[in-house]
């Protein structure tokens, strides 16, 4: 079984850039969590969705950042002006089920560096 | 929401000694606590987990302690090897909602 793939594998960009992040879960999962792991730190979620509907964005910076899962696959993380504090990987990650105790399988991320 | 604190985050052993890590969480609704093993590079993979209505369980050298008074639950790795040099994260959950609340990591270094 394919585990979760993601998308670009690393970007350098320049403070004001925008860059899209692309996450394909593992199929049939139904929840999707896209995460941001800075380095030396824990991941720390940003948003997740259950099929297309957005279940908690509280923590996107919903000014520069953006994320959509319009079919319920695959998704689109987007920052439009990238600033140097979002220097992070980027780690998409899927369950096959909604509820408590459904395991998370994380993808091999995306790292970003914005000098 | 959760916090969860993890300590160390920095730990170094001997080849075939244990190794523990220890994790505290705030809120006492959270019921579910997985670890994660991250490779250099790698994306974290789940080792082993505990719901709280066990206080331990055990698997292939790895130990996991739950003390929900105390809200604290810990990783114990026995007889360690130099592959099991990697971060290694705990996360906590509250039941119906299944985000993950991290610690800060522990760099485990297995020498030999």
């Known amino acids: 079984e394919a585990g979760v793939t993601q998308s670009p594998r690393y970007a350098v960009l320049q403070e004001g850039q925008a860059v899209s992040f692309w996450c394909d879960p593992i199929s049939g999962h139904d929840t999707l969590y896209w995460y941001q792991q800075p380095r030396d730190q824990g991941p720390q979620l940003l948003v997740y969705?259950?099929?297309?509907?957005?279940?908690?964005n509280s923590q996107l910076p919903s000014d520069r950042f953006s994320a959509v899962r319009p079919k319920g696959t695959n998704s689109t993380l987007k920052i439009q002006s990238a600033k140097q504090g979002d220097t992070a990987t980027y780690l998409c990650?899927?369950?096959?089920?909604?509820?408590?105790?459904?395991?998370?399988?994380f993808g091999p991320g995306t790292r970003l560096t914005v000098l | 929401g959760e916090q969860v604190e993890q300590l160390p985050s920095i730990l170094r052993v001997q080849e075939g000694s244990s190794a523990s890590i220890n994790c505290t969480y705030e809120?006492?609704?959270?019921?579910?606590f997985p670890w994660y093993k991250q490779e250099p590079g790698e994306n974290p993979k789940l080792i082993i987990d505990?719901?709280?209505?066990?206080e331990r369980k055990q698997t292939q050298g790895l130990i996991v302690l739950l003390d929900k008074k105390a809200k604290r639950f810990s990783l114990h790795i026995t007889d360690t090897q130099p592959g099991d040099s990697a971060m290694y994260f705990c996360a906590a959950t509250m039941s119906n909602y299944n985000v993950l609340y991290f610690g800060s990591g522990t760099k485990l270094t297995v020498e030999p």
């Open positions: 505990i719901r709280s209505n066990m």
């Open positions: 969705f259950r099929d297309e509907a957005v279940i908690d």
């Open positions: 990650a899927s369950s096959e089920d909604w509820g408590n105790y459904a395991e998370q399988f």
């Open positions: 809120n006492s609704a959270s019921n579910y």
